[in-house]
């Protein structure tokens, strides 16, 4: 299983992104996903999650009502909307799957792991 992010970039407060994480493989299905993001000379911190059926959703306080998950299945793409963007979102995005997993918080629930896509926002 290889995971692709994209989507990231400059942006100005307030503004908007939507990452992308592109899955081989026929059981995308299958797969809990996780956004987790990564600030210069601070820990890796979750994000966001997708149960492995869609049907339900996890969030960081930091972010919940501004942005939103979701996986197209037959894209076997996962997506972060990112809304309202502050400076303190700046950080690289990483995209995680996990098999049956049910999108939680734990970086020990995804065994798969993408690239970062490096997401600034700023004036």
Do not use: H
């Amino acid at each position: 299983v290889q995971l692709q992010a994209s989507g990231g970039g400059l942006v100005q407060p307030g503004g908007s992104l939507r990452l992308s994480c592109e899955v081989s493989g026929r059981t995308f299905s299958m797969y809990s996903m996780g956004w987790f993001r990564q600030a210069p000379g601070k820990e890796r911190e979750f994000v966001a999650g997708n149960s492995w059926s869609g049907g339900s959703t996890t969030y960081a306080e930091a972010v919940k009502g501004r942005f939103t998950i979701s996986k197209d299945n037959a894209k076997t793409t996962a997506y972060l909307q990112m809304n309202s963007l502050k400076p303190d979102d700046t950080a690289v995005y990483y995209c995680a799957a996990g098999w049956r997993g049910l999108g939680y918080s734990s970086p020990a629930e995804y065994a798969y792991w993408g690239q970062g896509t490096q997401v600034t926002v700023s004036s």
